[in-house]
């Protein structure tokens, strides 16, 4: 079945630090591949997504793409915020007719970014 | 903004209970999915309901039960309320693959 495997935190940075937050999936067929990011004591935002191999998806400075023939979405930034504390969540949505379109999510990765 | 509401914002049981939580979506999306998130934990897929009928279902027991309304908002529905549904509640809805998240229900069960 379809998973997702994300890198486990949590990851602690220095402000103005690169991130990388390692996102890799196992799916059949061709699955949409997102990124939310949840804030403390907040619901689920959508931070950027990416629909077919090879697309770059991107939001506020952060990036992800779509890599088929890695199976990965990883998760970067050049030059994070404190303010870009939170937890990072990948996930996948199947694409193939019939599918109920549920997420599949990872387990999260708690980022702390230090002044 | 995503335009998704839920209520109640927060709510107290006691074990035995039952509860109903409420889910707007936003205008133009006819898919409504729940999830439940436990502390320190990732969301937990429930149900999904597409145009009224129930179109996916996760490891949930039968006293987790949902309806959509005609205008795509919808209920959650637990009964027998136990310790362990305690957690944070998520209405999504969607009118694609793109999910969005309402500000979700924060669930105490005591």
């Known amino acids: 079945g379809n998973s997702v495997t994300q890198m486990e935190g949590p990851v602690t940075l220095s402000e103005e630090a690169f991130l990388t937050i390692n996102c890799t999936y196992t799916?059949?067929?061709?699955?949409?591949l997102f990124w939310y990011v949840q804030y403390p004591g907040e619901g689920l935002q959508l931070l950027l997504k990416a629909t077919k191999a090879d697309d770059k998806g991107s939001n506020k400075g952060f990036e992800a793409t779509y890599r088929k023939e890695t199976t990965s979405f990883h998760l970067e930034k050049g030059s994070v915020q404190v303010s870009d504390s939170a937890v990072y969540f990948c996930?996948?949505?199947?694409?193939?007719?019939?599918?109920?379109?549920?997420?599949?999510w990872g387990l999260g990765t708690s980022l702390a970014v230090n002044p | 903004e995503t335009g998704v509401t839920q209520s109640p914002t927060h709510l107290i049981k006691t074990r035995g209970q039952q509860v109903t939580l409420r889910c707007s979506s936003q205008s133009g999306h006819n898919t409504v999915s729940w999830y439940q998130q436990a502390l320190g934990q990732g969301p937990q897929f429930i149900f999904q309901y597409y145009r009224e009928e129930e179109n996916g279902r996760g490891n949930f027991p039968p006293r987790f039960s949902g309806l959509q309304f005609p205008n795509y908002s919808s209920e959650l529905n637990v009964n027998a309320l136990e310790l362990d549904d305690s957690a944070l509640y998520l209405c999504a809805s969607s009118g694609d693959y793109e999910q969005y998240f309402g500000p979700g229900t924060r669930l105490t069960v005591t």
């Open positions: 799916a059949t067929g061709y699955p949409s």
């Open positions: 996930a996948l949505s199947g694409r193939n007719a019939g599918n109920n379109r549920k997420l599949i």
